[in-house]
């Protein structure tokens, strides 16, 4: 890193957070200082705890995310229901769901292969309709598919397509970082919108905390690319800076697109070892799903951007059709936390629930609610070969032990855990009876599930599918199987698994 900005950055960031601690004790105080000064306030505040209790059990949410509010609130219930009432009260829906509303329509324009698919493969018609007709993400044909089952093989080949550009490029990325893998990129745009392409950047501004330098944003406008910061990390208790945009999505034309694990750092093309080698994989999409991809992202550039645009004048095939040959079919999806239509994690449902030989997962974390537990050790139990992979090196202590505070009770169901040696599983893929995969952003734990923006693709009958298991067995080889004896624990070690089980919809 270049000492001289990223010293500024620190102090700007270590401004920041020290405001938010000031805002939290200067809240406490106020309210300490009410209760003491007024005998009603006490009283009150705990009424209001009670009600914010009984709405919380009222809502439709998942277990989790009642139990762990339910519990702050009875240990704190002067400062609990307060809380929870402001967080609440921040998190509005009308704008994305006006907008999705608004531009569902664009996702049709090259067509859908819902009849057809669904006449093909009718053991999964209800998981493409569910996708297509109540979260309006359509199923296509006229598409070739390509896995990559490492970053530095998604780097390469993202590499040659950029350079092809024509008339657009559209990236949007949880984490982008100045080394080999982004310098090479920034290259490549900046020459290209030198040229008249139009190119477009959007990255979360939390993920790259301490990554960039500051003002990012204006140096890459200077250069001619237009760009845009997902939710700005401010010195404010905003319970929307919780949502970040965990999306990693590169589009080229319209006709050809990126999504899976890789950022633009280079630690996932491994020419940084952070936590040895890092282990990620990724989809390309090239034909009628990519424009797919195309309307996702500027879906989030109109929402960050608050103006209006006429998405159809960027749609490749106005003037001829699609001409790729048929690879299978492709469903991208995404996911948003502002609604009540958890995407990513009924996607994963419908692949537990309708697995009938086999289940293999690809994940680095495994922070689950009970639903999705009982649904993994029902499928293991009923006789299909459900097997999960997670990393052995963490990232995030722990959130780790959290991860290993599931094995016992999967284990226990028939479920095979498996832990990546040497490195760091980052990949997000599920893969089962050798007809349908997903590959794409979404974790196995609660951020990803119900707090940020993430995206994906299911991949249908396409030669990527049998690619990705194929992968996963490899990887499995040179994993170490979790056993009995590992998952034996002390007592202190299994309360404290308790706790941050309790706490796991936080994480």
């Known amino acids: 890193m270049h000492k001289k900005w990223y010293k500024k950055l620190l102090q700007h960031r270590?401004?920041?957070?020290?405001?938010?601690?000031?805002?939290?004790?200067?809240?406490?105080?106020?309210?300490?200082?009410?209760?003491?000064?007024?005998?009603?306030?006490?009283?009150?505040?705990?009424?209001?705890?009670?009600?914010a209790v009984l709405y919380i059990i009222s809502r439709q949410s998942t277990a989790g995310y009642k139990l762990t509010w339910t519990v702050l609130i009875l240990l704190f219930p002067v400062f609990g229901g307060l809380m929870y009432i402001l967080y609440r009260i921040q998190s509005s829906t009308i704008s994305v769901s006006?907008?999705?509303?608004?531009?569902?329509?664009?996702?049709?324009?090259p067509g859908d292969a819902l009849d057809m698919a669904s006449r093909e493969m009718p053991s999964y018609s209800t998981q493409m309709v569910s996708l297509q007709n109540h979260s309006g993400f359509p199923v296509y044909d006229r598409t070739k598919t390509e896995f990559f089952p490492s970053g530095e093989t998604k780097f390469a080949a993202l590499l040659e397509d950029l350079?092809?550009?024509?008339?657009?490029?559209?990236?949007?990325?949880?984490?982008?970082?100045?080394?080999?893998?982004?310098?090479?990129?920034l290259e490549i745009l900046e020459d290209k919108a030198a040229r008249g392409v139009e190119v477009r950047v959007l990255y979360d501004d939390m993920g790259c905390f301490l990554l960039l330098p500051p003002k990012y944003k204006k140096t890459l406008e200077k250069k001619g690319i237009r760009c845009q910061v997902f939710n700005p990390f401010r010195p404010f208790l905003l319970a929307l800076q919780n949502n970040r945009d965990h999306r990693k999505i590169a589009v080229i034309d319209g006709t050809v697109a990126y999504t899976g694990g890789v950022n633009l750092a280079d630690e996932y093309i491994n020419r940084v070892e952070r936590f040895g080698h890092w282990r990620d994989t990724?989809?390309?999409?090239?034909?009628?799903?990519?424009?797919?991809?195309?309307?996702?992202?500027?879906?989030?550039?109109?929402?960050?951007?608050?103006?209006?645009?006429?998405?159809?004048?960027f749609y490749p095939y106005a003037d001829a059709p699609c001409t790729v040959e048929s690879d299978g079919y492709v469903q991208p999806y995404a996911d948003t936390p502002?609604?009540?239509?958890?995407?990513?994690?009924?996607?994963?449902?419908?692949?537990?629930?309708?697995a009938k030989r086999y289940l293999y997962i690809s994940t680095p974390y495994l922070i689950i609610d009970d639903s999705m537990l009982s649904a993994l050790v029902t499928a293991a139990e009923s006789g299909v070969d459900v097997r999960i992979l997670t990393p052995e090196k963490w990232d995030k202590r722990l959130v780790h032990l959290t991860t290993r505070s599931y094995y016992r009770e999967l284990m226990r169901g028939g479920v095979k855990i498996y832990e990546y040696t040497g490195g760091f599983n980052h990949a997000k893929t599920f893969v089962a009876d050798d007809e349908v995969a997903a590959v794409?952003?979404?974790?196995?734990?609660?951020?990803?599930?119900?707090?940020?923006?993430?995206?994906?693709?299911k991949l249908y009958?396409?030669?990527?599918?049998?690619?990705?298991?194929?992968?996963?067995?490899?990887t499995v080889a040179r994993s170490?199987?979790?056993?009995?004896?590992?998952?034996?624990?002390?007592?202190?070690?299994?309360?404290?698994?308790?706790?941050l089980r309790l706490f796991a919809p936080l994480m």
């Open 440 to 457: 794409g952003t979404v974790n196995l734990d609660f951020r990803s599930l119900y707090l940020h923006f993430e995206c994906g693709t």
């Open 98 to 109: 006006r907008m999705e509303e608004q531009t569902r329509p664009y996702f049709h324009l």
């Open 163 to 185: 350079k092809k550009a024509k008339k657009y490029i559209f990236l949007e990325y949880f984490i982008v970082q100045e080394g080999e893998m982004w310098d090479s990129v």
């Open 338 to 354: 502002l609604d009540r239509d958890h995407v990513g994690e009924r996607t994963y449902m419908q692949m537990i629930m309708g």
């Open 282 to 313: 990724a989809v390309r999409l090239e034909g009628a799903a990519a424009w797919s991809m195309t309307v996702m992202f500027l879906q989030m550039w109109r929402l960050v951007r608050g103006a209006d645009e006429e998405f159809s004048r």
């Open 480 to 499: 170490r199987e979790i056993t009995d004896a590992d998952i034996k624990s002390s007592a202190f070690t299994r309360m404290m698994q308790s706790i």
């Open 14 to 51: 270590l401004v920041v957070a020290l405001l938010l601690v000031l805002q939290v004790l200067m809240l406490v105080w106020l309210i300490q200082s009410g209760v003491r000064r007024y005998a009603f306030m006490g009283p009150v505040l705990g009424i209001l705890s009670a009600f």
């Open 461 to 474: 009958k396409t030669g990527t599918v049998e690619e990705i298991r194929r992968d996963f067995l490899q």
